[in-house]
């Protein structure tokens, strides 16, 4: 079967540094996206990784092991308005795979 | 350049009917996919076009369909209403090649409400 897990909430300080881990039992794997959603807005696209190792795009950098069947996305110098829900979700052939995100709260 | 458009952005209906909703990909964009977001279950695929075809579908009974227009243009049908079917519909367009689905980029949504 398909199977994404993450937390469902994760708390933080601003300034600080956050992971948030996922894990996938999929039956096929093309890649791993992670996308940001505010409250009440779309997703937004943040990174993508297919093969192993580590992306790294300004504050955020997105890991993906996939002996494993892991990924994580590091959150540096947090600010306010990364309080949002981070959804991970892995590329099956043409379709995305979503897990149920977790909601991340960033607080002064 | 416009992004993902998606009308009407709120929907009020009740069981049994049926209901059509639409997106326009960001221009250049050929592949569509629809998502149902739910707080329960998050984002869940429904189905892809390509090219006016359907190239992949997801879990969900066959009152849930689609099409594409030539233009790219997709609209998504829901028949026989469910209170069950009250969800966010989500449409996301890509740039995708015939090898496969790339980077996709989500259009505000539709949120619909079954009473």
């Known amino acids: 079967g398909q199977n994404i897990d993450q937390p469902t909430e994760m708390t933080a300080t601003e300034g600080a540094i956050v992971q948030i881990n996922c894990t996938y039992q999929t039956s096929g794997f093309n890649g791993l996206f992670w996308y940001q959603q505010h409250a009440g807005e779309a997703p937004t696209f943040l990174s993508y990784?297919?093969?192993?190792g580590l992306e790294e795009k300004g504050r955020f950098s997105s890991f993906l092991s996939r002996s494993k069947g892991y990924s994580y996305l590091l959150l540096k110098e947090l600010q306010m308005k990364d309080s949002a829900s981070y959804l991970c979700a892995v590329k099956d052939t043409d379709k995305l795979i979503f897990g149920t995100g977790t909601r991340l709260q960033v607080f002064p | 350049k416009a992004g993902v458009t998606q009308t009407p952005r709120y929907l009020i209906k009740t069981r049994g009917q049926q209901v059509t909703l639409s997106c326009s990909p960001i221009s250049g964009h050929r592949s569509v996919s629809w998502y149902q977001q739910t707080p329960g279950q998050g984002l869940q695929f429904l189905f892809e076009?390509?090219?006016?075809?359907?190239?992949n579908k997801g879990n969900f009974p066959g009152r849930f369909s689609g099409r594409q227009f030539s233009n790219s243009r997709s609209e998504m049908n829901v028949s026989t209403l469910e209170l069950g079917d009250s969800a966010l519909y989500l449409c996301?367009?890509?740039?995708?090649?015939?090898?496969?689905?790339?980077?996709?980029?989500f259009g505000p949504g539709t949120r619909l409400t079954v009473t």
């Open positions: 996301a367009s890509s740039l995708a090649a015939r090898r496969g689905l790339l980077e996709q980029y």
């Open positions: 076009y390509f090219s006016e075809t359907q190239r």
């Open positions: 990784n297919v093969l192993d």
